[in-house]
């Protein structure tokens, strides 16, 4: 099953559900306190809150989508069997339409039934002085068949809020093969900017599920880079290519197509910053490795893989090729003297980094990328 037929399946699950489907919303949310959007719930805040109306915008109280997603607090770890900067998020969500019940035998229909994979264990939250053991689920669980059931505290199994305030609550999570594939969250709690807990006066389901994690169950691969949503990268690249190399430049690659599709530019800013790592590691890579092929060549074949799902109608083969190019031309200019330095050297330690940074302008991200390490 590709990655297509698990999108369609699982919009299609919850439609038969009662769920309205909401497309995705931009990876630059509305929300000030943060960044970027990094997870499904985002755009759906104020109907958690009460603030808008989820009948009259979408004529029911329970939506699913696929939502696009981008976190940089894991961009050091990409490159090992699962992390990602961009990935996208499936998820179903009710806003006072059904509770813990409904959400647990959905996500067990959906994994063990409609996919067939088997479930190692679940976890719940064992609760603390602010919130208690989360006993109601432990039991749903059971009534399921589910025998291995494990209780975490709060920094492993409460979710939320995302940004400086919002809703939150205790999540229960399902694992298949030892990796976490979907998380349930429970949103029973405002949390504001001081970490107060206030009870919401609607209780709320808010699920999220890694695509890239489900097909990589699915298609039994090892890890998610041989998955077809990487796949058609990877194979472009040498063989002999760094497995590592070719993760980062494969997960950077989708990165930025996305990040530029949704109006993000290059800069020394916020959302452009990130951009422009993402952009100058993978030309670093290029420039001192030899990769087979442009990045702008990869580019491309992101928005042919991506360009007819509804979600991403906005990407652009010649926008991404032109924002590249322009970098590419800025970068070399900007440093090429220093890339050439780093190269004759067979280790860099940190004194001889800080001389390349103030003598040639060479960025600590980029040294650091070099063969040698620091």
Request: hydrophobic share 35%; proline share 4%; glycine share 8%.
């Amino acid at each position: 099953m590709n990655s297509s037929d698990l999108r369609k399946k699982f919009l299609d699950f919850f439609k038969a559900r009662g769920h309205a489907i909401v497309p995705s919303s931009s990876l630059i949310p509305d929300d000030p306190s943060v960044l970027f959007t990094t997870a499904g719930m985002q755009q759906f805040k104020r109907y958690f809150t009460g603030e808008l109306d989820p009948m009259k915008d979408f004529g029911s109280k329970n939506v699913v989508s696929i939502q696009k997603c981008f976190r940089t607090s894991d961009i050091d770890e990409v490159g090992d069997e699962s992390h990602l900067t961009f990935f996208e998020m499936l998820g179903n969500f009710s806003f006072g339409g059904y509770w813990k019940k409904e959400a647990i035998v959905y996500a067990h229909e959906f994994i063990a039934k409609e996919l067939g994979l088997s479930i190692d264990y679940v976890s719940i939250f064992e609760g603390d002085k602010d919130v208690p053991a989360d006993e109601e689920s432990e039991k749903i669980w059971k009534s399921l068949g589910i025998k291995d059931i494990r209780k975490f505290r709060r920094e492993d199994n409460f979710w939320g809020p995302t940004g400086a305030e919002g809703p939150c609550g205790p999540t229960s999570e399902v694992y298949v093969r030892g990796l976490e594939v979907w998380n349930l969250v429970f949103n029973e709690y405002y949390c504001d900017k001081n970490k107060k807990l206030t009870p919401l006066k609607t209780k709320g389901i808010d699920t999220g599920m890694g695509l890239e994690r489900l097909a990589m169950m699915v298609q039994n691969t090892p890890t998610i880079f041989e998955t077809d949503l990487f796949d058609f990268l990877i194979k472009q690249m040498p063989r002999d290519l760094p497995t590592t190399t070719k993760r980062i430049i494969a997960d950077h690659v989708r990165g930025i197509a996305f990040l530029i599709s949704d109006g993000v530019r290059p800069s020394n800013r916020e959302a452009g910053y990130v951009l422009r790592r993402l952009m100058r590691r993978v030309i670093s890579y290029s420039y001192q490795k030899n990769i087979g092929i442009s990045p702008e060549t990869l580019l491309s074949s992101v928005v042919e893989k991506f360009k007819d799902i509804s979600n991403y109608k906005n990407l652009d083969s010649q926008l991404m090729e032109s924002t590249f190019k322009n970098e590419y031309g800025k970068f070399i200019r900007t440093v090429g003297s220093g890339l050439k330095e780093l190269e004759k050297l067979k280790s860099v330690d940190a004194k001889t980094a800080f001389k390349l940074y103030e003598s040639y302008g060479l960025p600590y991200e980029v040294i650091k990328e070099f063969e040698g390490g620091i």
